[in-house]
């Protein structure tokens, strides 16, 4: 049977014997490419998982098999298959990509006949290799940034950790990095971590919500999307009806006018009700020309998962 890439057993982990957890019962396997994102306020534990992941801090207790090795019982194997980016890229200043590069090549144990062949290929993947005799020091913060990633996947293992890789970065270069992401993501899993939750949407295919060192949410995007119904519809039409009649309309609570043939109807129960509303348009001839759900925004969604499991707890 086929490993898991990421298996997490039981995992706990206390900062300070036992008092606080950073992390508590933690399990969870997974085994597909793509990016799982492990998304959480400031101090919710992600860090300390990613860390633990990777062999950089011993959990209190529980295991961690990456691609079926023991991480704490095999390090030097399992790390063979983990790549990392921490939140500050372990950068060293004074050399020049290609020679940083190669360092890292080594500390990996990459073949000496095929440092050169992974150097290059890494630099490559991450649109560096113009820039390969450049000092790093001398690098703008998005091509930091990707010679941090390109460490982490120049030795090829097959789950790569990035700890808020666009964190400090301008528009562009996040936008940049999360195609980079993405494309590496092609032949790897990539967990990618964000307090951000609008990250998560642009960037993830599977989400773990951390909140307390607790596991809040595991899902698809679409399904983290979906834990809170839609609260209003946008209509607008070329014929538009009076208020009072949208005003009439059964399951509305309130009606706003934003535009001369724009609308808002806010909905009592939080039930979609496009097909209803479509019905009745086409009925009384209102001539309706565009229909939107207006969705939740991620951050209620966090609140809203945030607050159910602080209530679970507490009972």
């Known amino acids: 049977m086929e490993n898991n890439l990421l298996e997490v057993k039981n995992l706990s982990h206390s900062y300070n014997g036992g008092k606080q957890w950073a992390v508590k019962d933690m399990d969870f396997s997974y085994n597909n490419i793509g990016v799982l994102g492990l998304v959480g306020s400031n101090g919710a534990g992600k860090s300390t998982m990613m860390n633990i992941m990777c062999?950089?801090?011993?959990?209190?207790?529980?295991?961690?098999?990456?691609?079926?090795?023991?991480?704490?019982?095999?390090?030097?194997?399992?790390?063979?298959?983990?790549?990392?980016?921490?939140?500050?890229?372990?950068?060293?200043?004074?050399?020049?990509?290609?020679?940083?590069?190669?360092?890292?090549?080594?500390?990996?144990?990459?073949?000496?006949?095929?440092?050169?062949?992974?150097?290059?290929?890494?630099?490559?993947?991450?649109?560096?290799?113009?820039?390969?005799?450049?000092?790093?020091?001398?690098?703008?913060?998005?091509?930091?940034q990707r010679v941090g990633i390109a460490q982490s996947i120049l030795h090829k293992?097959?789950?790569?950790?990035?700890?808020?890789?666009?964190?400090?970065?301008?528009?562009?270069?996040?936008?940049?990095?999360?195609?980079?992401?993405?494309?590496?993501?092609?032949?790897?899993?990539?967990?990618?971590?964000?307090?951000?939750?609008?990250?998560v949407a642009n960037t993830?295919?599977?989400?773990?919500?951390?909140?307390?060192?607790?596991?809040?949410?595991?899902?698809?995007?679409?399904?983290?999307?979906?834990?809170?119904?839609?609260?209003?519809?946008?209509?607008?039409?070329?014929?538009?009806?009076?208020?009072?009649?949208?005003?009439?309309?059964?399951?509305i609570s309130r009606v706003e006018q934003t535009e001369a043939n724009q609308f808002r109807l806010v909905l009592k129960d939080k039930i979609d009700m496009s097909e209803k509303i479509i019905e009745l348009c086409v009925a009384k001839k209102w001539r309706l020309q565009e229909l939107s759900i207006e969705k939740v925004s991620l951050d209620r969604i966090f609140a809203k998962l945030s607050k159910f499991k602080k209530e679970k707890q507490r009972k």
């Open 55 to 144: 062999g950089v801090l011993n959990q209190t207790k529980g295991d961690i098999f990456i691609n079926g090795i023991n991480l704490r019982e095999n390090p030097i194997e399992a790390k063979k298959y983990i790549g990392f980016l921490p939140q500050k890229p372990p950068l060293h200043f004074d050399l020049t990509i290609e020679e940083y590069l190669v360092h890292c090549a080594n500390l990996r144990l990459v073949p000496k006949e095929k440092v050169a062949e992974y150097v290059t290929e890494a630099m490559d993947r991450c649109g560096i290799t113009h820039f390969r005799n450049r000092l790093i020091s001398n690098l703008s913060g998005g091509f930091q």
């Open 157 to 199: 293992p097959k789950f790569v950790v990035m700890d808020e890789p666009t964190n400090g970065l301008d528009p562009n270069q996040i936008l940049e990095i999360r195609a980079l992401i993405n494309e590496i993501a092609t032949e790897r899993l990539v967990i990618f971590s964000t307090h951000i939750l609008s990250e």
């Open 204 to 251: 993830c295919d599977h989400i773990k919500m951390i909140e307390q060192g607790l596991l809040v949410f595991d899902g698809t995007v679409e399904e983290f999307e979906h834990q809170i119904e839609p609260e209003a519809i946008h209509l607008t039409f070329k014929n538009p009806p009076k208020m009072s009649e949208l005003e009439a309309i059964e399951g």
